[in-house]
C-alpha cells in the first residue's frame, strides 16, 4: 500500500451494541474541530459493495459459510483500494463501521471457520492495510439483543443468530484486542453514550496529536 497522510478508525462490536451512535457523535466532534470526515462501511461502502450487501445481509436462504467469507473479502479489496486509501492519501480522516476484525470474529468465530484463515483473506484482499484505531463496543449478547428488541425493524441475516452464535462473536472480540492492545481501544458499550464518547475523544485527540 502507498504511505498515508490520514487517519483511519474503524468501530467494531456486536449487533446493539451502539456503534452508530458513537460514529455520529465522533463525526460531530472532528467535523466541527474543522477536520475533514469521510464516514463508510463494510459491506457497502461502495457501489459494488451495496450489491454484496443486499446479497450477505438480506438474501432469503442459506449462503455457505465460506462463500459468505469471500463475499465480504471481495467487498473489502474494493472498498479499501476505492474508498478508504484515496481518502487516506488526500489526508482526512476515514470513519468506518466495520473492517476484517468483523469477519473474524463473524465468519470465524460465528461460523466456526478458521480465524486466521479469514484474517489472512482479508489483509490479502486489502493489501495488508490496517486501521490506525480500532474501538471495539463491548457489550453481552443478552443486553444486545434487548436493544434490538427495542428497535422497531426487521434484523438482518446475522441479528437473527441465536444467542450462542453472538456469545461466540463477542469472545473473538476481545481476545483480538487482547492481541492488539495498541490498535484497540475497548469501551464498556452498557455505559452512558457520553462517558463513551469522552473515552474515544481523549484516545483520538491522542491519535490526532502523534
Known amino acids: 500500500m502507498t504511505s498515508r497522510r490520514g487517519v483511519w478508525i474503524t468501530l467494531e462490536g456486536g449487533d446493539g451494541s451502539g456503534k452508530t451512535t458513537q460514529s455520529n457523535l465522533l463525526n460531530e466532534w472532528l467535523t466541527g474541530a474543522g477536520r475533514t470526515v469521510v464516514r463508510t462501511r463494510?459491506?457497502?461502502?461502495s457501489e459494488v459493495g451495496e450489491l454484496i450487501r443486499n446479497i450477505v445481509l438480506h438474501?432469503?436462504?442459506?449462503?455457505?459459510p465460506r462463500a459468505e467469507a469471500l463475499l465480504y473479502a471481495a467487498d473489502r479489496a474494493h472498498h479499501v483500494a476505492t474508498v478508504v486509501q484515496p481518502a487516506l492519501d488526500r489526508g482526512e480522516i476515514v470513519l468506518q463501521d466495520r473492517y476484517l476484525d468483523s469477519s473474524v470474529a463473524y465468519q470465524g468465530a460465528g461460523r466456526v471457520l478458521d480465524g486466521t484463515e479469514i484474517r489472512d483473506l482479508s489483509l490479502w484482499a486489502a493489501e495488508g492495510a490496517l486501521p490506525d484505531l480500532t474501538l471495539l463496543l463491548d457489550?453481552?449478547?443478552?443486553?444486545?439483543?434487548?436493544?434490538?428488541?427495542?428497535?422497531?425493524k426487521p434484523f438482518d441475516r446475522l441479528e437473527a443468530e441465536k444467542t450462542e452464535f453472538h456469545t461466540?462473536?463477542?469472545?473473538?472480540?476481545?481476545?483480538?484486542?487482547?492481541?492488539?492492545?495498541?490498535?484497540?481501544?475497548?469501551l464498556d458499550a452498557a455505559e452512558a453514550p457520553e462517558q463513551i464518547a469522552a473515552r474515544i475523544r481523549a484516545r483520538v485527540e491522542q491519535l490526532l496529536a502523534a
Open 42 to 45: 463494510e459491506p457497502g461502502g
Open 59 to 64: 438474501h432469503r436462504g442459506d449462503i455457505a
Open 139 to 152: 457489550l453481552d449478547p443478552v443486553a444486545a439483543r434487548a436493544r434490538l428488541d427495542s428497535d422497531d
Open 168 to 186: 461466540r462473536v463477542r469472545e473473538a472480540y476481545l481476545a483480538l484486542a487482547a492481541a492488539e492492545p495498541e490498535r484497540f481501544l475497548v
